[in-house]
């Protein structure tokens, strides 16, 4: 699966921007599919994971109630909608594609597939 994420941006604290992700080379319905992020500096951690059908979704408590994932099949996409954004949230931010049960996709290493990373930067 070849995976392209666009939508990145500069955005002040407080804004909006939706990330999407275009997946290619597989049936995209077989992969939970997830987004991850990683700041300067740190490690890259888990934002938000969906499962196949979209029926199911999770989210990292430092996002939950500001971001929301959602997933066209027809249209093999993914999104981001990232509300209220705050400068913590800057960071490089990924999606990937797991072919694992939707148990523990919260964990970066059930991941076999990974897109090249879109940059957001929330000024403050």
């Known amino acids: 699966v070849q995976l392209q994420a666009c939508g990145g941006g500069l955005v002040q604290t407080g804004g909006s921007l939706r990330l999407s992700c275009a997946a290619s080379?597989?049936?995209?319905?077989?992969?939970?599919m997830g987004w991850f992020r990683q700041a300067p500096g740190k490690e890259r951690e888990f934002v938000s994971t969906?499962?196949?059908?979209?029926?199911?979704?999770d989210y990292a408590d430092s996002v939950k109630g500001r971001f929301s994932i959602s997933r066209t099949n027809a249209k093999n996409t993914v999104n981001l909608q990232m509300n209220s954004l705050k400068p913590e949230d800057t960071a490089v931010y990924y999606c990937a594609a797991s072919s694992s049960s939707y148990s523990g996709t919260s964990s970066s290493y059930r991941y076999d597939y990974w897109g090249q990373g879109t940059e957001v930067t929330v000024s403050s």
């Open positions: 969906i499962s196949r059908s979209g029926a199911i979704t």
């Open positions: 080379g597989r049936t995209f319905s077989n992969y939970v």
